[in-house]
């Protein structure tokens, strides 16, 4: 790997990519996968069918463009959404990644800046290297916490021309109060400071959770992206879209590829919304498993974080790496999040949870039972 480092950086590179490594996780051959956040439900045998039926029609015409408006899934999309949303308001990409990346390129680059408040997804800063955004890591509390005040007073002073809010916040998997996306939002005035609510696991939150699409009415400045890898089990077809003022659209149609969305994406990602109950049957299972999660372990002595999303992150760990490897050893692989004492699991089937569960007891057990 540092041979390779090495051969990289005597290319030409950009200097605020220089020493930067690429985006991943761990992907290792191993019976069951917990440690990247997917759905591992898989998508339903009748959603499946509908799936292919589309991309099978698609295919006839697949020797012409898509409609690069991709005028039939915005509104579908809005239609999911509700609130009030219109296909203007929709706009989506490959992957909720990209919206963002796309955002960054509208309101980014050169002499702007990107804040975002760590440990969150750890994306956000390649993105905001990847437009020659500069990126300021704002400071949580404690015990990981957002407050309204904090935020907005980091806005005040730090006056960032771009801020990422992660809600399910990634890794922590807490959300985050609408008080602090108004306080964000209302802080940011001076520096008409664009602010992004990454929503991509709201629909794994608790009932009665609201949205920041809420919000949207009367701010021009306020976006909020969604994507289908988690809830739809869509990881594989990368579709994330996200909902703001048609004029936020408009500038996003200044930076996107042409065609941008295929003609496959866009029939995939239709299919699944056209079938979405027996997805969200599968959301509602995966809930109960992250809750029985936080259930068994507290029970075992640890420290669970309140979640609303589809995965877990727990502290109270001595010896997290070598908990890490018992559980691979295991067969169980979960994500060293790099937070010392703590790891994040996904909330898999009841099959997939209950191996992870019986796998970490009896790796506590053994620990508990070695000498001081």
Known sequence: MTDQLERLNRLPLRTNLRGLSPYGAP???????????????????????????????????????????????????????????????????????????????????????????????SMYPLLASGTDTAYIAGKRADDYGLSAESAASQVRAL?????????????????????VVEAVYEAGEASQAVVVVDEAYHEFAHDGTPSALTLLPGRERLIVSRTMSKAFALAGARVGYMAAAPEVTDALRLVRLPYHLSAVTQATALAALQHREALMAD???????????????????????????????????????????????????????????????????????????????TILARQAALPA
């Open 159 to 179: 006056e960032p021309s771009i801020v990422f809010l992660c809600s399910p916040n990634n890794p922590t998997g807490t959300g985050l109060g609408l008080d």
């Open 27 to 121: 992907q290792l051959d191993v019976p069951i996968l917990l440690n990247v956040n997917e759905n591992t439900h898989g998508v339903p045998a009748d959603v499946r069918a509908a799936i292919t039926a589309a991309v099978t029609e698609a295919a006839a015409g697949l020797n012409r463009y898509p409609d690069r408006e991709f005028t039939e899934l915005r509104e579908a999309l809005a239609e999911y959404l509700g609130h009030g949303l219109g296909a203007d308001n929709l706009w989506a990409a490959n992957g909720s990644n990209e919206v963002l990346q796309q955002i960054l390129q509208a309101f980014g680059g050169p002499g702007r800046s990107l804040l975002s408040f760590p440990p969150t997804y």
């Open 283 to 361: 959301v509602q299972d995966i809930k109960r498993q992250r809750d029985r999660i936080v259930s068994e372990l507290t029970r075992m002595g640890l420290r669970p974080a309140a979640s609303d999303s589809n995965y877990v992150f727990f502290g109270g760990l001595e010896k997290p790496h070598e908990v890490w490897q018992g559980l691979l050893d295991a067969g169980v692989l979960v994500r060293d999040v790099g937070i010392a004492g703590h790891l994040r699991v996904t909330a898999g089937t009841e099959t997939e949870t209950t191996a992870f569960l019986e796998a970490l007891e």
